[in-house]
């Protein structure tokens, strides 16, 4: 039974470059979540998706950012002139919908450093 | 709005108790409790849905008070392998508002 994996693992860039990052998540969920963490912080949420379906964005995301998941499985997070402040830890989480619970797996993360 | 943990940090000797709470300012529908080492991603510890039941595995339990909003995970007979920081997520809505939204945390340090 794989986890959710995320790659890269470590992403190191310019400012006002693009970045892309992907998430595999585990084997037939149906949800996928983007968060963002930052030093010290909780996971924040970005955006997520049920299916191919982009059901909710957080209104703190600005249009620099966009997510896909073209397929309804893996998706990817690109964000685009990437600035100081997008330096953080991004994380995915996948679930099944099952009955009330909904259990939200995280995987290891992306961490972008931006220069 | 984001829930509100306390302590903000504690450390512990081994096989002591402690007990983390998490109070949210909204009506929930349910409370989920996360462990994250440093460095890794946050780890599943347990969900409470909305009913106000306890639950519990080994050395780790908590409850859900519906009326005041408040979860409260308890950790007994702490293991060195406990140190990391625990999140509580919460989530407000059933249905396609699945997002958590996360305290800001409590870093649990157990010692020799």
């Known amino acids: 039974d794989t986890g959710v994996s995320q790659d890269p693992r470590h992403k190191i860039t310019k400012r006002g470059q693009n970045v892309t990052f992907r998430c595999d998540p585990i084997?037939?969920?149906?949800?996928l979540y983007w968060y963002r963490q930052t030093l010290g912080q909780g996971p924040e949420f970005l955006t997520y998706f049920q299916n191919e379906a982009q059901l909710e964005k957080s209104r703190l995301l600005s249009d620099r950012f966009s997510a896909e998941r073209p397929k309804g499985s893996f998706s990817t997070l690109e964000i685009q002139r990437t600035e100081q402040g997008d330096s953080a830890m991004y994380l995915c989480?996948?679930?099944?919908?099952?009955?009330?619970?909904?259990?939200?797996?995280f995987g290891p993360g992306t961490r972008l450093t931006v220069l | 709005q984001q829930p509100v943990q306390s302590p903000q940090a504690v450390i512990l000797r081994e096989g002591e108790d402690a007990v983390i709470n998490c109070s949210s300012s909204?009506?929930?529908?349910?409370v989920h409790w996360y462990r994250q080492k440093h460095g890794e991603a946050p780890v599943f510890l347990m969900i409470l849905l909305k009913g106000g039941e306890q639950k519990g595995h080994e050395k780790i339990s908590a409850s859900f008070n519906e009326k005041k909003q408040q979860s409260s995970l308890y950790l007994t007979a702490s293991q060195l392998s406990y140190s990391g920081t625990y999140f509580c997520g919460t989530r407000v809505h059933t249905g396609t508002a699945s997002k958590l939204t996360f305290g800001t945390g409590t870093r649990l340090q157990v010692t020799l």
């Open positions: 989480a996948s679930s099944l919908k099952t009955s009330e619970a909904d259990t939200q797996y």
């Open positions: 909204k009506a929930l529908y349910s």
């Open positions: 084997s037939e969920h149906n949800r």
